[in-house]
């Protein structure tokens, strides 16, 4: 309890430094590159033209999903994964990442994760603009669903803060870990829904299974906006699964943090 | 009447755990069995220090010296005891640290007076100070990177000295750069002092520098404390020692 207040303190006090923290973070990550921050945007467009170049145009497989061409279904998923992605091997060195304020003067670590996820969603939030642009020149504009997005960015934006407190603690702890988590993160990619639909498969558990996996909630989420056309509560196995999910990673980021906070320091 | 306490050790013990590999390290996080060495940097530490004072550490390295001074800025924590600061903390040990390399010179004044806790008014308030003190002319909107190491020093020094602390702390800080900055620095540390509600915490091995600044001396030896008390008497102890 006292290390949940502890961290909430921090950033109630820091609050408008947070805000700082992640402009700065996001400015260092593309300055010094002449296109700037316009990399980030850059890349995501690759991947998006390679998979309408792929799909559409060389193999001219994969069918189209409730009369969305395929890429279209696989972009739907892949935008919050683009986010994801960052997030589950750079909130892993988030704190190693920052290292020069943690071992050399008083600083809230705890504000750490929140600031470098913050700093991401900025660019998940062009993205996402790029993509309703895109949707909309296939002539499906947003609607009504639309609303859910906030709720999903939410969640994996929560998720993905106590994930990045509890794996950046570990891996400044131990470097070990840090490159355990860049060899799992492909497999968090394939035991995932991004570029398979978890609901078509026959078993019953190994759905529920996956529904595990925050990302396979989260990337089905943005997919039930953009294509499926459903609303969130209409599959509460999911919003369960994440529920629990989150609880476990919340116990293991208090867990870590407690353990580790004094230590830190004097180990990086 | 005698001022409150600004900084106070209660039986502070710090202990380094020093473990043969990281994976060692990682292990030990879930068992107590992995086998580490100890190193303990302070051991049993107890003191007081009022609000005006001036206090000069004394001791040869390894004692223990750095390590408090850590310990007073809240950047590393005790194994057990309790430390007990009250008060804004200005430490001139580490120049550049918290500097961000890829922003100018007046953007890291801000960012780092913002760490410090101080709001825009503030900041805008010491900002001249700071770049006049620094004075390292049309880099200040440059980014850090391309600066010397003594400019960083520099502007580090102006950022700690200016932002109004409660209590200074300061480790052999006052040799940045030429004689001339040298002279500059002693004499705003000075001009601190003469405030009579600033609290310094010295580390010196330059015995006159510490006779100047300072009125009480605290002698140290592999973490324990051997002497405490005026000036003077601090330095006849530890030079009888060596």
């Not at chain 2, 190491?149 to 109004?164: D, P, T």
């Amino acid at each position: 309890m006292n290390t949940i207040k502890e961290i909430l303190d921090e950033h109630l006090q820091y609050k408008e430094q947070i805000i700082k923290l992640a402009k700065s973070d996001l400015v260092k990550t593309y300055r010094g590159a002449a296109l700037g921050w316009s990399w980030a945007i850059i890349k995501p467009l690759i991947t998006l033209f390679v998979f309408w170049f792929a799909f559409s145009v060389g193999l001219r497989s994969g069918k189209p999903v409730e009369g969305y061409p395929f890429f279209l279904w696989l972009e739907a998923g892949f935008l919050p994964w683009f986010f994801m992605q960052e997030m589950i091997t750079g909130g892993a060195g988030c704190i190693r990442k920052y290292s020069h304020l943690v071992t050399k003067m008083k600083f809230p670590v705890s504000i750490i994760p929140t600031y470098v996820n913050l700093s991401h969603l900025f660019i998940h939030l062009i993205i996402l603009g790029i993509t309703f642009v895109l949707f909309a020149a296939f002539g499906h504009a947003p609607d009504i669903y639309a609303l859910q997005i906030p709720l999903y960015m939410f969640m994996m934006l929560v998720f993905f803060i106590v994930w990045s407190l509890f794996a950046g603690m570990l891996s400044a702890l131990s470097k070990d870990f840090q490159n355990l988590v860049t060899a799992l993160s492909s497999a968090i990619f394939w035991m995932s829904g991004i570029i398979y639909n978890v609901d078509d498969i026959p078993s019953r558990w190994v759905r529920i299974l996956l529904k595990f996996n925050p990302v396979t909630v989260i990337a089905t989420g943005y997919r039930r906006v953009f294509i499926y056309k459903k609303w969130f509560w209409t599959d509460k196995v999911s919003l369960v699964c994440f529920a629990i999910t989150l609880t476990v990673a919340i116990l293991g980021a208090l867990w870590a943090y407690r353990k580790l906070r004094k230590e830190i320091p004097d180990v990086l | 009447m005698e001022n409150e306490v600004v900084v106070r050790f209660d039986n502070v013990t710090k202990l380094y755990k020093l473990y043969k590999s990281s994976r060692a390290r990682f292990k030990g996080l879930f068992s107590k069995k992995v086998p580490y060495k100890e190193n303990r940097a302070v051991k049993n530490l107890s003191f007081e220090v009022r609000r005006g004072e001036s206090v000069a550490l004394f001791g040869r390295n390894g004692a223990g010296k750095s390590t408090i001074l850590k310990m007073v800025t809240g950047v590393t924590f005790p194994t057990e005891g309790e430390v007990y600061v009250n008060g804004k903390v200005s430490a001139l040990l580490e120049l550049s640290a918290g500097f961000d390399i890829e922003s100018t010179g007046r953007e890291n004044i801000s960012f780092k007076c913002s760490l410090m806790s101080m709001n825009e008014e503030e900041i805008k308030a010491v900002e001249g100070d700071i770049i006049k003190f620094a004075d390292i002319g049309d880099y200040i909107d440059q980014p850090l990177r391309s600066y010397s190491s003594g400019m960083k020093a520099r502007l580090g020094f102006a950022i700690n000295v200016n932002a109004q602390p409660d209590i200074l702390i300061v480790d052999e800080a006052l040799s940045v750069g030429d004689k001339a900055f040298q002279k500059k620095c002693k004499d705003k540390v000075a001009e601190i002092m003469a405030d009579e509600d600033v609290t310094l915490l010295f580390v010196t091995h330059s015995l006159t520098t510490a006779q100047d600044f300072c009125s009480r001396g605290i002698v140290l030896e592999k973490g324990t404390k051997l002497f405490d008390g005026p000036i003077e008497e601090a330095i006849e102890f530890y030079e009888a020692k060596n």
